[in-house]
């Protein structure tokens, strides 16, 4: 996301300026509840990601994409996709992590545009959770 400067000649000339603009720079915060998942169990991992501008603390405007990924398991439902596509409101959106069938540690990040901001996700194998 980039800042738009607007110049002018006269006040009733506005123009865009694009080429002055000035990247922003979003502090970006990934949570999980649990923490932790068991293959095979059908629980799911509540995935929270919230975003507010670093020079200002304010949430970028609504409806901003935000691109989510896991290293492990699956996004938004059992069979879904390892990367999905979020729209922030008022700087955070939700979605689920499915553990999938592979155990290990997921790495959950969320990026715009060069910010990015992750967490991490346990998933356990059932021989391994009850031993």
Not at 11 to 16: I, L, R, V
Not at 58 to 82: C, D
Request: charged share 15%.
């Amino acid at each position: 996301m980039t800042g738009i400067a607007m110049t002018s000649n006269s006040p009733s000339e506005p123009k865009c300026d694009l080429a002055s603009s000035t990247p922003i720079d979003f502090n970006i915060t990934v949570t999980a509840i649990p923490s932790t998942l068991v293959i095979g169990s059908g629980q799911w991992s509540t995935i929270t990601v919230r975003a507010v501008r670093v020079d200002n603390g304010q949430p970028p405007p609504n409806l901003t994409p935000i691109t989510l990924e896991t290293t492990l398991g699956t996004l938004g439902s059992a069979g879904g996709e390892t990367q999905v596509m979020l729209q922030l409101i008022n700087g955070s959106s939700q979605t689920m992590l499915f553990p999938g069938t592979s155990a290990g540690v997921a790495t959950v990040r969320a990026r715009l545009d060069r910010s990015e901001g992750f967490t991490h996700v346990h998933i356990a194998d059932v021989r391994s959770a009850v031993e």
